[in-house]
């Protein structure tokens, strides 16, 4: 068993960022991925993102490439792309004929803007579909300027995440008696749909328009990020009353005025205060020993090379090597169907011979 999806195949047309996300996620958890691609000096840049995949090459502008294509996607359940909308079908590869050749097909498609929309066939990266969904204006210190949180929110939580997530529902749908579907994934609408706990409680006067100001954006003393002596940082959680009581105890702040109104908000400047004065006393090591195992919901902020050594992270070999390369492990985990051992990334064409196999199984 190399997982729950063992027995599904997947075509994944070589693109970057969102699309070998997905990918992953769907070779991880044991699906057969064959990546179609060619020379490309970007993918190098793809690591770990590629692992587990079979590799086959194809030129998509020869026709006889194209027909070895829609050979492949016979056999397959789904295929996913990542070009800008009409490629494909200039390609020759566009849903209507792939699926007409496999009415079972699960046909997903990354895009940053969608498959329509009057920026559908504009140019774009993360930054820009996190700003136009609203979620980059709201990732912000109050009266500083927004910070982009790497490429987390569009490329991979709001795009390859939601991909595989749906291509794994219509795969579903599919098992029980449908037929194939198109999935226009887009990444605006993706990094839009993260947000919706927060529209939520806008829609309640909880969460006001100002970045840096609110429960969860660096706004409550209470949920922010803390220098420490040494010049490492610490962060708390203490939103519900029981944990910000712990955090007031063992600060021994509990008996003062400023923190006896968790909420409210006038307060929170001089709590700010309070805390960043107190959290500077002592090195990020000291304030681990004073707060590990409480309920103060603390943790210290961790550089990647700090994560690796983590006795949390360690006792669940959170990260494992693969191909020489120190990367995170697949998860979520299953108690029946583990996925296996990830493979490092195929080279370029290593498993052309699957083209000819497809190819006698047609002719035979």
Same mark, same amino acid.
């Given at each position: 068993?190399?997982?729950?999806?063992?027995?599904?195949?997947?075509?994944?047309?070589?693109?970057?960022?969102?699309?070998?996300?997905?990918?992953?996620?769907?070779?991880?958890?044991?699906? =057969?991925?064959?990546?179609?691609?060619?020379?490309?000096?970007?993918?190098?840049?793809?690591?770990?993102?590629?692992?587990?995949?079979?590799?086959?090459?194809?030129?998509?502008?020869?026709?006889?490439?194209?027909?070895?294509?829609?050979?492949?996607?016979?056999?397959?359940?789904?295929?996913?792309?990542?070009?800008?909308?009409?490629?494909?079908?200039?390609?020759?590869?566009?849903?209507?004929?792939?699926?007409?050749?496999?009415?079972?097909?699960?046909?997903?498609?990354?895009?940053?803007?969608?498959?329509?929309?009057?920026?559908?066939?504009?140019?774009?990266?993360?930054?820009?579909?996190?700003?136009?969904? !609203?979620?980059?204006?709201?990732?912000?210190?109050?009266? =500083?300027?927004?910070?982009?949180?790497?490429?987390?929110?569009?490329?991979?939580?709001?795009?390859?995440?939601?991909?595989?997530?749906?291509?794994?529902?219509?795969?579903?749908?599919?098992?029980?008696?449908?037929?194939?579907?198109?999935?226009?994934?887009?990444?605006?609408? !993706?990094?839009?749909?993260?947000?919706?706990?927060?529209? !939520?409680?806008?829609?309640?006067?909880?969460?006001?328009?100002?970045?840096?100001?609110?429960?969860?954006?660096?706004?409550?003393?209470?949920?922010?990020?803390? =220098?420490?002596?040494?010049?490492?940082?610490?962060?708390?959680?203490?939103? =519900?009353?029981?944990?910000?009581?712990?955090?007031?105890?063992?600060?021994?702040?509990?008996?003062?005025?400023?923190?006896?109104?968790?909420?409210?908000?006038?307060?929170?400047?001089?709590?700010?205060?309070?805390?960043?004065?107190?959290?500077?006393? !002592?090195?990020?090591?000291?304030?681990?020993?004073?707060?590990?195992?409480?309920?103060?919901?603390?943790?210290?902020?961790?550089?990647?090379?700090?994560?690796?050594?983590?006795?949390?992270?360690?006792?669940?070999?959170?990260?494992?090597?693969?191909?020489?390369?120190?990367?995170?492990?697949?998860?979520?985990?299953?108690?029946?169907?583990?996925?296996?051992?990830?493979?490092?990334?195929?080279?370029?064409?290593?498993?052309?011979?699957?083209?000819?196999?497809?190819?006698?199984?047609?002719?035979?």
């Amino acid at each position: 068993m190399t997982g729950p999806l063992e027995g599904i195949r997947v075509v994944e047309i070589g693109s970057l960022g969102p699309g070998p996300f997905a990918g992953m996620m769907l070779a991880d958890h044991g699906a =057969e991925v064959i990546r179609v691609e060619r020379e490309d000096p970007m993918q190098d840049l793809m690591g770990p993102l590629l692992r587990s995949r079979k590799s086959v090459a194809l030129d998509l502008k020869c026709p006889d490439d194209i027909a070895r294509l829609r050979d492949l996607c016979r056999t397959a359940d789904g295929l996913i792309e990542g070009f800008r909308p009409g490629v494909m079908e200039r390609l020759g590869l566009g849903p209507e004929i792939l699926m007409a050749d496999n009415p079972k097909l699960v046909y997903g498609r990354m895009t940053g803007w969608g498959q329509d929309g009057p920026y559908a066939h504009l140019a774009g990266h993360d930054i820009n579909y996190i700003a136009l969904s !609203g979620v980059l204006g709201a990732c912000a210190r109050s009266g =500083e300027i927004p910070v982009p949180p790497m490429n987390l929110l569009g490329d991979f939580g709001g795009g390859g995440m939601l991909l595989a997530f749906a291509m794994v529902s219509a795969l579903l749908a599919v098992q029980r008696g449908q037929q194939g579907q198109v999935i226009d994934c887009a990444m605006t609408d !993706g990094s839009a749909l993260l947000m919706t706990m927060i529209w !939520g409680l806008k829609a309640k006067g909880i969460w006001n328009g100002a970045a840096g100001t609110n429960l969860l954006d660096t706004g409550a003393p209470f949920y922010d990020v803390y =220098e420490t002596a040494d010049g490492r940082y610490i962060c708390i959680g203490s939103l =519900e009353p029981r944990f910000f009581a712990a955090l007031c105890k063992i600060l021994k702040v509990d008996d003062g005025p400023d923190f006896c109104n968790q909420n409210d908000r006038q307060s929170w400047p001089v709590q700010k205060s309070k805390l960043t004065a107190i959290f500077k006393s !002592g090195t990020r090591n000291f304030w681990v020993d004073i707060f590990e195992g409480s309920d103060v919901c603390f943790a210290p902020v961790l550089t990647m090379e700090e994560a690796l050594e983590h006795h949390h992270n360690r006792s669940r070999n959170c990260f494992i090597e693969v191909g020489g390369v120190t990367q995170p492990a697949p998860a979520p985990r299953y108690s029946l169907t583990p996925c296996a051992f990830p493979t490092a990334p195929p080279s370029l064409g290593k498993d052309q011979s699957l083209l000819e196999e497809v190819n006698m199984a047609r002719r035979g």
